[in-house]
């Protein structure tokens, strides 16, 4: 199959990869020429715009930071949208919010193309691994049409209903991610602070009714899993930036359905203050350092 595939970061270079690998033919695009370099040398075409790619694409994929890069990719002067022939769909694997999503599905019908949603789970190991989790929204048709394509790059795909229900199920997770990671740090921080070794503490979380994620896979106390970031001076990972984003689409969504969000509002605000004082680059369970004294620092 030829796939146009824009978006060549730590995610979209990895993931496109995996398609090369699988055999399929891939025109590439992104702004950054370095990531373009790579993946032309294992036997991508490079193209000048997304437009390009798009031409003779037989499926477009878009791994991109946010609505705004979306919109542009898929709307702007040379998008996607203004080279597509009819009938090819549109996978975008980006992290936008459900209504920008559904905005752009529409736009797209109206000239004879489907787009569907299709965020992922699983961070720059998953997608170099090939094990994302893929959030799909789409019809039942078409979710059985691109699953092949998505299962090159993914070892859980997903189909979550009509478009937009992919982004509803990942900010959802990225909201209950967020919210767990404050709730393991402060425990942490406070099991510490009163005079409990934190390996101890870790071990009775993990095998008591406080056990998440977190706590037993990413726990963000230095020292207690060594291959996490919290090991690692917080370098990598999932980062204070990123996680602030995907609290703000739920915010976003929880706005405009008049939905109550108290937890994730607080949650929102603490990962801001610790990115208003220069630790957005950092990962997230970093904010365990905004909560204790001295001893995650």
Known sequence: MVIAFIGLGNM???MARHLLKAGHALAVHDLNMAAVDGLVAEGARRCGSP????????????????SAHVEKVLA???GVLSAIQAGVPIVDCSTIDPATVRR????ARAQGNDLVDAPVSGGTGGAVAGTLTFMVGASDN?????QPVLQHMGRR????GDVGNGQVAKI?????LGISMIAVSEAMALGVNQGIDAKVLADIINASSGRCWSSDTYNPYPGIIETVPASKGYQGGFGVDLMLKDLGLAAEAARQSRHPLPMGALAQQLYQVWSLQGKGHLDFSSIIQLLSRADAT
């Open 51 to 66: 437009a390009e790619a798009a031409t003779d694409a037989e499926l477009v994929l878009t791994m991109l930071p946010a």
């Open 157 to 160: 795909i997903v189909h979550c």
């Open 76 to 78: 702007g002067d040379q």
């Open 172 to 176: 959802c997770n990225n909201l209950v």
């Open 104 to 107: 752009l599905a529409q736009l």
């Open 142 to 146: 078409l979710f059985a049409k691109i």
């Open 12 to 14: 979209g270079a990895p």
